[in-house]
């Protein structure tokens, strides 16, 4: 999974600003969904990987921190956000 090649992104004081160009979605994420779009934006996005970082971020159990990382991915790839490697 990366970010798809029509979205741009910087990094803000409170998260991350997306900009998609070819369908103009503008979206801002904030943290600690910020730290969520930084792996994959990386290249280091991993579930177990990602699910540790959300549970340390949120300060919530292993099951919820997971719920909430593929909730979110699925709401990115809906938004034409992600795309598959």
């Given at each position: 999974m990366k970010p798809s090649i029509q979205v741009t992104w910087f990094v803000e004081m409170q998260g991350v600003t997306l900009y998609s160009r070819?369908?103009?979605?503008?979206?801002?994420?904030?943290?600690?969904?910020?730290?969520?779009?930084?792996?994959?934006?990386?290249?280091?996005?991993?579930?177990?990987?990602?699910?540790?970082m959300m549970s340390i971020l949120m300060s919530v159990a292993g099951p919820e921190a997971e719920y909430e990382v593929g909730e979110t991915l699925a709401e990115w790839r809906r938004a034409g956000l992600l795309c598959e490697d």
């Open positions: 070819d369908t103009k979605v503008r979206r801002s994420i904030p943290y600690p969904y910020a730290g969520l779009w930084a792996l994959i934006a990386d290249g280091n996005y991993n579930p177990s990987r990602a699910t540790e």
